[in-house]
T-cell receptor, first 114, second 113 residues
Framework: GNSVTQMEGPVTLSEEAFLTINCTYT??????LFWYVQYPGEGLQLLLK?????DKGSNKGFEATYRKETTSFHLEKGSVQVSDSAVYFC?????????????FGTGTQLKVEL | ETGVTQTPRHLVMGMTNKKSLKCEQH?????MYWYKQSAKKPLELMFV???????ENNSVPSRFSPECPNSSHLFLHLHTLQPEDSALYLC????????????FGPGTRLTVL
């Protein structure tokens, strides 16, 4: 079946540090890949997505590249801010047969300190 | 009010109680979802409704009973729950059952005593 594996958190960084949150997946074919973010007390929000191999999704300074050869979709940001503190979820949607059923990872909590 | 709203935000109930969670979306979407979010576990999709018809039921125990009276409202009726059902219950909606982006509500934090 489909699955998503994320690095365990929490990840604690100083402001302006470089961020990487690893995500790898298992699925057949070419699923769509997503990063969602959950700020404290709120629901999940779509951060970025990529729908085919070598696509790069980007938003608010965050980037992730769809790597079919390594089945990865790592999230990166060059300079984090305190306001980026949240839980980040990697997810996939199968290419066929799954409707809009998203498979999520366990989430990685990011804490950014001054 | 805009987006996806959920009430109540917090709920504490005993194992013999009956309660309901409510979700409302103001986005004109046709598909709605219930998810369960437990600590250190992936989000679990519970139910999917498309145009008010249930299209997905992921082997959820019968003590959880969804209801979708129209495309804007989704309920989750709860009865005789177990302590392990304590979790954050998230509602989401999307334009259609095949559209990429799902919009989530803030969730209901449920504690079963």
């Amino acid at each position: 079946g489909n699955s998503v594996t994320q690095m365990e958190g929490p990840v604690t960084l100083s402001e302006e540090a470089f961020l990487t949150i690893n995500c790898t997946y298992t699925a057949t074919g070419y699923p769509s890949l997503f990063w969602y973010v959950q700020y404290p007390g709120e629901g999940l929000q779509l951060l970025l997505k990529a729908t085919k191999a070598d696509d790069k999704g980007s938003n608010k300074g965050f980037e992730a590249t769809y790597r079919k050869e390594t089945t990865s979709f790592h999230l990166e940001k060059g300079s984090v801010q305190v306001s980026d503190s949240a839980v980040y979820f990697c997810a996939l949607r199968p290419v066929t047969g799954g409707g809009n059923k998203l498979t999520f990872g366990t989430g990685t909590q990011l804490k950014v300190e001054l | 009010e805009t987006g996806v709203t959920q009430t109540p935000r917090h709920l504490v109930m005993g194992m013999t109680n009956k309660k309901s969670l409510k979700c409302e979306q103001h986005l004109g979407h046709n598909a709605m979802y219930w998810y369960k979010q437990s600590a250190k576990k992936p989000l679990e999709l519970m139910f999917v409704y498309s145009l008010e018809e249930r299209v997905e039921n992921n082997s959820v125990p019968s003590r959880f009973s969804p209801e979708c009276p129209n495309s804007s409202h989704l309920f989750l009726h709860l009865h005789t729950l177990q302590p392990e059902d304590s979790a954050l219950y998230l509602c989401a909606s999307s334009r259609g059952s095949n559209s990429d982006e799902q919009f989530f509500g803030p969730g209901t934090r449920l504690t079963v005593l």
